[in-house]
């Protein structure tokens, strides 16, 4: 390449600089300083230009690769989304695994890195706690269990997925990875990027089963506040599903078939029978860093039939709920194979998790599939009894299992830890100041444990976890299964693979069939049901086993014409086993049934339909809150004023909606002046839904104990709800000023997109080159656009429907999908956080599937062949 090189510049004695006055001179020397700054702040830039793209992967050309069979086509869209095209299965995911690698390795090692309990490998011994956690309950080393035990032709996928990984890290390293490499070598000098293997792939799965893991946080809150409240307080804290009013999955019991016998379309209903930002606690750090378990965790998804739809074949829309990552947690993709044969079956599109091979949720040529969070009770806390190094089982002592495990810690000495366990699970008190709370003083109040004092044996007090996810699953086998499914008989066949996390599955298929299935390794419990801590000396509190598949719940081809699940109850209170004290409380569901309900009555549903479900703003609390506040006034102009308009308010939760702001600052501030502020035993504000049905029957009891507040100088409902209405008005203007006309809920309510590494490193120079917003939104919790936020914090969105789509049986490529950030993964790519706004207006793109459909959305075309 030729070079042009500039003329070397000579003065003139003609030209010999003429005296100037010390002004002069003081402000020629004060503008040469700002341009010698100036210029070495854009030789910087230019370097961090130049290193933050110098990962950015190739889109067009050819790449050979080692190990590879065949060419493999890849080709994207404007949005990054790759398809990809192979001759066989090996090749597919192989190709596969080189595409994450290239959209989002930063993302698998730092997902590899919390799924080993390493991350202290990474960033100091910042992560020390962290790791001991993740070590004790021991996420890898059943991943590797899993991984030996896979049946052969699916280890081949991983180890496929994995060659195609190492292909690209074979010719990417560090920086050439991705940025994030950079930063953590000025930190981290010393670290190596080490191979993939299949164990990586599978242990996230175990990540995602934590993410959705249920009620093990509200076991925890009950058993550390048991002694602060009477029992009758407790189950009005805690009230009952309410199966009155709020819809369940599987409404009707009845005999059940086997799988693999599922009735064809037009059949009854077969439902089942029988120095990092640092956060609060360990199990907050985890969540953190994987997913937040807290509020708006959970998924709407709903399949409607082709009796209802003006195509004449079915809808399925699917919008899972978790937090808000950056990049987001799903990765698009579709997997084709050249010929679909026997050999090499995959023609597969949806969303899937970088790292993973295959897809998680979305649509092969023949059927689609949905999932939501089950919401069962999987997790169960068991306070033991210990002496030394034996635990107390049934009188008897028993020796408990121990292991050691190194944890190496970048800059500082290794530490080792000591992990035990018991029958019941390991150890978990010594890691965890919430379960070490429990252990310390387990007997505070009658209704703290299942058990009375009296019962327990000598010795310490400690606190186990038995989690359905501690043991070896088949979930890794149940993705490609699901990938490969042409009818009902095969989607129950995978659902039956699919043991954790716990989920609803719902189903449609091109013959016009709908349905829905419970999959999940689910217990049968003993003498106690999950709800607090249970006594695990006593072999009667054990699990008895798990619910048997043929008997968790299904329908195919229901008499309403559709399907809808929320994470609200499964089925009615005389199921035969019992699976959780703690649904989701069904707000959601209802709205959704209730809008597909009103929807058909007045014409056939159509995709767009199912979008403005999804997007769905209506508060169901705000409706409440202005039927209590009709009558209410406080005597001061700008809070009557407020209630003015929330009682002519629509209940729509829209960004734009100063009603809507008011409306949830009130909620807020009602529930802390009710649960919270001034309380000498302050009760747990988590779970909005929850809230909703406590407040609702608190409406209805006006002499309930709970409006009476000392300490605010309140008594009763009267009083309460003009405090409340008063100060909620007084925060607003504190917040955004008082004129009403100014007051919105989107800015208020706004998402921050915050990387989990370096965007919480603390440094905000660094933290800008990853973090991105905030972005106004809409909705709320127990909303059908669950964008969650946390009463009493403030009120920034911290859950989110992490992605959504709706898919057209009729006609694939008039389905509709879009995720939360964009498919990179690498900080300033187009495609890093390009579908934002999108989701943002709760809109959806289209999604080419057949090859005409991707042939003309195609932007960029790669071409992988074999080396040599």
């Given at each position: 390449?030729?070079?042009?090189?500039?003329?070397?510049?000579?003065?003139?004695?003609?030209?010999?600089?003429?005296?100037?006055?010390?002004?002069?001179?003081?402000?020629?020397?004060?503008?040469?300083?700002?341009?010698?700054?100036?210029?070495?702040?854009l030789i910087a830039a230019g370097f961090v230009v130049w290193t933050i793209q110098r990962s950015f992967p190739q889109l067009e050309?050819?790449?050979?690769?080692?190990?590879?069979?065949?060419?493999?086509?890849?080709?994207?869209?404007?949005?990054?989304?790759?398809?990809?095209?192979?001759?066989?299965?090996?090749?597919?995911?192989?190709?596969?695994?080189?595409?994450?690698?290239?959209?989002?390795?930063?993302?698998?090692?730092?997902?590899?890195?919390?799924?080993?309990?390493?991350?202290?490998?990474?960033?100091?011994?910042?992560?020390?706690?962290?790791?001991?956690?993740?070590?004790?309950?021991?996420?890898?080393?059943?991943?590797?269990?899993?991984?030996?035990?896979?049946?052969?032709?699916?280890?081949?996928?991983?180890?496929?997925?994995?060659?195609?990984?190492?292909?690209?890290?074979?010719?990417?390293?560090?920086?050439?990875?991705?940025?994030?490499?950079?930063?953590?070598?000025?930190?981290?000098?010393?670290?190596?990027?080490?191979?993939?293997?299949?164990?990586?792939?599978?242990?996230?799965?175990?990540?995602?089963?934590?993410?959705?893991?249920?009620?093990?946080?509200?076991?925890?809150?009950?058993?550390?506040?048991?002694?602060?409240?009477?029992?009758?307080?407790?189950?009005?804290?805690?009230?009952?599903?309410?199966?009155?009013?709020?819809?369940?999955?599987?409404?009707?019991?009845?005999?059940?078939?086997?799988?693999?016998?599922?009735?064809?379309?037009?059949?009854?209903?077969?439902?089942?029978?029988?120095?990092?930002?640092?956060?609060?606690?360990?199990?907050?750090?985890?969540?953190?860093?994987?997913?937040?378990?807290?509020?708006?965790?959970?998924?709407?998804?709903?399949?409607?039939?082709?009796?209802?739809?003006?195509?004449?074949?079915?809808?399925?829309?699917?919008?899972?709920?978790?937090?808000?990552?950056?990049?987001?947690?799903?990765?698009?993709?579709?997997?084709?194979?050249?010929?679909?044969?026997?050999?090499?079956?995959?023609?597969?599109?949806?969303?899937?998790?970088?790292?993973?091979?295959?897809?998680?949720?979305?649509?092969?040529?023949?059927?689609?599939?949905?999932?939501?969070?089950?919401?069962?009770?999987?997790?169960?806390?068991?306070?033991?009894?210990?002496?030394?190094?034996?635990?107390?089982?049934?009188?008897?002592?028993?020796?408990?299992?121990?292991?050691?495990?190194?944890?190496?810690?970048?800059?500082?000495?290794?530490?080792?830890?000591?992990?035990?366990?018991?029958?019941?699970?390991?150890?978990?008190?010594?890691?965890?100041?919430?379960?070490?709370?429990?252990?310390?003083?387990?007997?505070?109040?009658?209704?703290?444990?299942?058990?009375?004092?009296?019962?327990?044996?000598?010795?310490?007090?400690?606190?186990?976890?038995?989690?359905?996810?501690?043991?070896?699953?088949?979930?890794?086998?149940?993705?490609?299964?699901?990938?490969?499914?042409?009818?009902?008989?095969?989607?129950?066949?995978?659902?039956?693979?699919?043991?954790?996390?716990?989920?609803?599955?719902?189903?449609?298929?091109?013959?016009?069939?709908?349905?829905?299935?419970?999959?999940?390794?689910?217990?049968?419990?003993?003498?106690?049901?999950?709800?607090?801590?249970?006594?695990?000396?006593?072999?009667?509190?054990?699990?008895?086993?798990?619910?048997?598949?043929?008997?968790?719940?299904?329908?195919?081809?229901?008499?309403?014409?559709?399907?809808?699940?929320?994470?609200?109850?499964?089925?009615?209170?005389?199921?035969?086993?019992?699976?959780?004290?703690?649904?989701?409380?069904?707000?959601?569901?209802?709205?959704?049934?209730?809008?597909?309900?009103?929807?058909?009555?007045?014409?056939?549903?159509?995709?767009?339909?199912?979008?403005?479900?999804?997007?769905?703003?209506?508060?169901?609390?705000?409706?409440?809150?202005?039927?209590?506040?009709?009558?209410?006034?406080?005597?001061?102009?700008?809070?009557?004023?407020?209630?003015?308009?929330?009682?002519?308010?629509?209940?729509?939760?829209?960004?734009?909606?100063?009603?809507?702001?008011?409306?949830?600052?009130?909620?807020?501030?009602?529930?802390?002046?009710?649960?919270?502020?001034?309380?000498?035993?302050?009760?747990?504000?988590?779970?909005?839904?929850?809230?909703?049905?406590?407040?609702?029957?608190?409406?209805?009891?006006?002499?309930?104990?709970?409006?009476?507040?000392?300490?605010?100088?309140?008594?009763?409902?009267?009083?309460?709800?003009?405090?409340?209405?008063?100060?909620?008005?007084?925060?607003?203007?504190?917040?955004?000023?008082?004129?009403?006309?100014?007051?919105?809920?989107?800015?208020?309510?706004?998402?921050?997109?915050?990387?989990?590494?370096?965007?919480?490193?603390?440094?905000?120079?660094?933290?800008?080159?990853?973090n991105r917003g905030p972005y106004p939104v809409g909705g709320g919790s127990s909303v059908a656009n669950a964008t969650g936020w946390?009463?009493?914090?403030?009120?920034?969105?911290?859950?989110?429907?992490?992605?959504?789509?709706?898919?057209?049986?009729?006609?694939?490529?008039?389905?509709?999908?879009?995720?939360?950030?964009?498919?990179?993964?690498?900080?300033?790519?187009?495609?890093?956080?390009?579908?934002?706004?999108?989701?943002?207006?709760?809109?959806?793109?289209?999604?080419?599937?057949?090859?005409?459909?991707?042939?003309?959305?195609?932007?960029?075309?790669?071409?992988?062949?074999?080396?040599?």
């Amino acid at each position: 390449m030729s070079k042009t090189i500039a003329a070397p510049v000579t003065i003139e004695p003609s030209a010999q600089p003429r005296k100037r006055s010390v002004g002069r001179i003081i402000g020629a020397a004060a503008f040469g300083i700002v341009a010698a700054v100036i210029v070495i702040a854009l030789i910087a830039a230019g370097f961090v230009v130049w290193t933050i793209q110098r990962s950015f992967p190739q889109l067009e050309g050819t790449i050979a690769l080692e190990g590879l069979g065949a060419d493999v086509d890849v080709q994207r869209d404007e949005l990054g989304i790759p398809t990809i095209t192979a001759a066989d299965s090996d090749d597919l995911f192989f190709a596969q695994g080189y595409v994450h690698a290239q959209d989002r390795f930063w993302e698998m090692d730092f997902r590899r890195h919390v799924t080993s309990g390493r991350l202290s490998e990474l960033f100091g011994e910042s992560q020390l706690a962290t790791d001991s956690f993740l070590r004790t309950l021991g996420w890898r080393g059943i991943a590797a269990q899993e991984v030996a035990a896979l049946e052969p032709t699916v280890a081949g996928y991983y180890d496929a997925y994995a060659a195609g990984v190492n292909a690209y890290l074979a010719e990417h390293d560090g920086a050439d990875a991705s940025f994030e490499y950079a930063i953590l070598g000025m930190q981290n000098p010393d670290y190596e990027i080490e191979p993939w293997t299949p164990e990586d792939s599978v242990a996230w799965l175990k990540a995602m089963a934590w993410d959705l893991r249920s009620n093990v946080e509200d076991e925890t809150e009950r058993a550390l506040i048991a002694g602060d409240f009477t029992s009758q307080q407790l189950a009005e804290l805690y009230p009952r599903y309410p199966y009155d009013r709020n819809p369940v999955i599987v409404p009707t019991i009845s005999a059940v078939k086997p799988a693999g016998s599922a009735s064809a379309r037009g059949a009854e209903a077969v439902p089942a029978s029988v120095e990092w930002s640092e956060v609060d606690g360990v199990l907050a750090a985890v969540d953190a860093l994987i997913g937040d378990s807290g509020e708006g965790i959970g998924s709407n998804s709903w399949v409607v039939s082709g009796d209802l739809t003006e195509s004449g074949m079915p809808l399925l829309a699917n919008d899972p709920h978790l937090g808000a990552d950056l990049p987001s947690v799903w990765h698009q993709v579709t997997l084709r194979c050249r010929v679909v044969s026997d050999s090499c079956a995959f023609d597969v599109s949806g969303f899937g998790f970088s790292g993973v091979p295959g897809v998680i949720i979305g649509h092969n040529a023949r059927v689609a599939w949905g999932f939501t969070n089950l919401t069962t009770d999987v997790t169960d806390l068991y306070l033991e009894k210990l002496e030394g190094d034996s635990y107390w089982r049934d009188g008897v002592l028993v020796p408990l299992e121990e292991r050691t495990e190194t944890i190496r810690v970048a800059g500082g000495d290794d530490v080792e830890l000591r992990i035990r366990s018991t029958v019941n699970g390991p150890i978990v008190s010594s890691v965890s100041d919430d379960f070490d709370a429990i252990a310390s003083e387990p007997y505070t109040g009658t209704a703290g444990i299942a058990a009375a004092p009296a019962s327990a044996p000598t010795g310490e007090y400690a606190v186990s976890l038995k989690w359905t996810a501690l043991q070896p699953g088949t979930a890794a086998g149940s993705i490609f299964a699901l990938n490969l499914a042409a009818s009902f008989e095969d989607f129950r066949a995978a659902a039956e693979l699919f043991d954790v996390p716990a989920q609803n599955l719902v189903y449609a298929d091109v013959d016009g069939n709908i349905g829905y299935q419970t999959p999940g390794r689910l217990p049968i419990r003993g003498a106690g049901d999950g709800w607090m801590p249970q006594p695990g000396w006593d072999s009667t509190y054990a699990w008895q086993g798990f619910i048997p598949f043929d008997e968790l719940p299904y329908s195919l081809n229901p008499a309403e014409g559709y399907v809808v699940t929320a994470n609200n109850a499964v089925v009615s209170a005389d199921y035969p086993y019992l699976l959780t004290r703690d649904w989701d409380y069904g707000w959601r569901a209802a709205r959704v049934t209730d809008l597909l309900q009103r929807k058909s009555a007045m014409g056939k549903l159509t995709a767009d339909d199912m979008r403005d479900i999804q997007a769905d703003n209506e508060f169901v609390m705000g409706k409440q809150l202005a039927a209590a506040y009709m009558d209410v006034s406080t005597g001061r102009p700008g809070p009557d004023a407020a209630l003015d308009q929330l009682r002519s308010w629509d209940a729509q939760n829209t960004a734009a909606s100063g009603a809507a702001a008011y409306a949830n600052v009130l909620w807020d501030q009602l529930v802390t002046d009710l649960f919270v502020t001034g309380r000498q035993h302050p009760a747990p504000v988590t779970g909005q839904g929850r809230l909703f049905l406590v407040v609702e029957q608190l409406l209805e009891t006006p002499d309930s104990e709970w409006w009476t507040n000392p300490e605010l100088g309140v008594d009763g409902q009267a009083e309460m709800l003009e405090r409340a209405a008063s100060a909620a008005y007084d925060r607003l203007v504190g917040l955004q000023g008082d004129n009403p006309s100014q007051w919105n809920w989107g800015s208020l309510h706004a998402l921050s997109l915050t990387s989990a590494t370096f965007g919480l490193s603390g440094i905000a120079p660094i933290e800008m080159l990853f973090n991105r917003g905030p972005y106004p939104v809409g909705g709320g919790s127990s909303v059908a656009n669950a964008t969650g936020w946390d009463i009493g914090a403030d009120f920034e969105t911290v859950t989110v429907p992490s992605m959504r789509m709706v898919v057209d049986l009729a006609d694939f490529d008039a389905s509709r999908w879009n995720h939360l950030t964009g498919t990179s993964g690498h900080t300033y790519h187009p495609n890093y956080v390009d579908q934002t706004e999108t989701w943002q207006r709760a809109e959806l793109t289209p999604w080419a599937f057949t090859e005409t459909a991707v042939e003309a959305s195609t932007t960029h075309r790669l071409t992988l062949v074999p080396a040599g």
